[in-house]
T-cell receptor, first 111, second 113 residues
Framework: GQQVMQIPQYQHVQEGEDFTTYCNSS?????IQWYKQRPGGHPVFLIQ?????EVKKQKRLTFQFGEAKKNSSLHITATQTTDVGTYFC???????????FGAGTTVTVRA | GAGVSQTPSNKVTEKGKYVELRCDPI?????LYWYRQSLGQGPEFLIY????????DSGLPNDRFFAVRPEGSVSTLKIQRTERGDSAVYLC???????????FGQGTRLTVV
């Protein structure tokens, strides 16, 4: 089963608006990765966060790792139609090399 | 260079049959993962290899599922006595090291009829 919870499950966004999706774990994480899967495609790596409180930016995407290393967020500004897809977080717990995926947040964009 | 290659891309089999799914990872990647993804769900972990050995096979649903990686490169996922519930997309991923980013193949869509 899934070790992490992602919310919301679905995100319907007006083009140009911002939104945030969250990834929450009940246990402390070693690191967290974010992936994007386009419809009909395979997951593609976006970013990895390792340090407590770490913040990384990729153009309009901002990724944050919580201070307690139990949660993470992905914030997208000025949403574009190219942002359509499902965003997954994938986590490793301490002393565990298994990479476990959340259920994902599926994003649709209204032009 | 070439990415992760999975064959076949699609496989339709009859209930009760045996199937093999192949994964050819990126050259030099020591870590290899198998996942199963059903429609609308996230990838479900099956097994992880570090080199030739299965470092974690806790995700294999039952003893009908088995995977090998004899030379530390190509891996084969084997499913015996297939059931309709095995229908899903089977994804393979490889990474340069244990904690590095994972590169996914396009997947094998398995349909058991």
């Amino acid at each position: 089963g899934q070790q992490v919870m992602q919310i919301p499950q679905y995100q319907h966004v007006q083009e140009g608006e911002d939104f945030t999706t969250y990834c929450n774990s009940s246990t402390t994480l070693s690191n967290i990765q974010w992936y994007k899967q386009r419809p009909g495609g395979h997951p593609v790596f976006l970013i990895q966060l390792v340090k407590s409180g770490e913040v990384k930016k990729q153009k309009r995407l901002t990724f944050q790792f919580g201070e307690a290393k139990k949660n993470s967020s992905l914030h997208i500004t000025a949403t574009q139609t190219t942002d359509v897809g499902t965003y997954f977080c994938a986590v490793r717990r301490s002393n565990d090399y298994k990479l476990s995926f959340g259920a994902g947040t599926t994003v649709t964009v209204r032009a | 260079g070439a990415g992760v290659s999975q064959t076949p891309s699609n496989k339709v089999t009859e209930k009760g049959k045996y199937v093999e799914l192949r994964c050819d990872p990126i050259s030099g990647h020591t870590a290899l993962y198998w996942y199963r993804q059903s429609l609308g769900q996230g990838p479900e972990f099956l097994i992880y290899f570090q080199g030739t050995g299965a470092a974690d096979d806790s995700g294999l649903p039952n003893d009908r599922f088995f995977a090998v990686r004899p030379e530390g490169s190509v891996s084969t996922l084997k499913i015996q006595r297939t059931e309709r519930g095995d229908s899903a997309v089977y994804l393979c991923a490889s990474s340069l090291s244990i904690r590095a980013e994972a590169f996914f193949g396009q997947g094998t869509r398995l349909t058991v009829v």
